[in-house]
């Protein structure tokens, strides 16, 4: 065979190994692409914003992860900027997953390094742990709900990449107004698909509320329950606040505690959330939050009635 037919083939294989090399890449973005986003068809969770431009679509994963960082900063009674300084952070090192991998040994939501002093990997894999660490060092930073927040994530996570944060800055802002009630009703999910089939009813509503907001979120009773021959899966959270801005506060922790119900009902099999006359069912969740004039969600702004398997 000449030297000529021989390079011929040569070249052809080659030129096949390449288009194959390209087909398995392009199928592995692909997959990554559907492994964060939970692919075509999955349950959403949308933040309403003032224009469509504006709206903030994310999975209920990531929405989950979102509300406990929240709900942590409303347990150490931290400012809406600290919220939104952690939700850009995590957005950037994890996007607001809890992932079990990164840069060298880094894992979780904020990618804390458990050879820096952040803990074990089994506690910083804990986003209740995680983000209390991150509000821990946040609150060390001199001044930090003054500084631009590329500055102050980046005094706490010292990243080898300081103003990748800024770009996350509009929506975690958006997304911050909606976990901490400033929004009303500006979070839902059109789907809620358990995330598995061990139901726990309102006593484990119960459990990851305390866990995540403090104990002070369910005060002396505990909140009450309701219960049936399905056992208890009715959680009435009163809606309290003390000192002079009481009464102007008592709808944003409402909302609050609402929009936290919401983000987590696959996880905690939420079927309903009433509250201030609005309600929303899993059953019929691409309608969002609706009016209603009856039945729990119509004893006003004094509760929040979270019903679960």
Known sequence: MSAQPVASVRRKRRMRLAAAFAVLVGLACYLVVQYITGGPGAPQCMVRADGDEKAYELSPEQAANAATISAVASSRGLPERAVTIALA???????????????????????????????????????????????????????????????????????????????????????????TGRDGAALTCNESRPADSRPGGAAKVRAQLVREFGPEVLPRTGGTAGRGASGERQLTVPVRQSGPSAAADVPRRGWELATWAVAHSGELHIEQISYAGRTWSAADSGQGWQRRTEGPAAAGRDAVVIVAQ
Not at 115 to 144: C, N, T
Not at 158 to 165: E, K, L, V
């Open 89 to 179: 952070t995590a957005m950037q090192e994890s996007g607001l997953r809890n992932i079990e991998f990164g840069d060298r040994d880094s894992v979780g939501l904020f990618q804390q390094r458990p050879s820096q002093d952040w803990g074990s990997i089994k506690q910083i894999m804990d986003p209740v742990y995680a983000s209390g660490e991150f509000y821990r060092h946040l609150a060390e930073v001199p001044g930090y709900s003054r500084l631009p927040l590329t500055v102050a994530a980046q005094k706490v996570q010292r990243s080898g990449y300081p103003q990748a944060y800024a770009k996350h800055e509009a929506r975690a802002a958006l997304l911050t107004g909606a976990l």
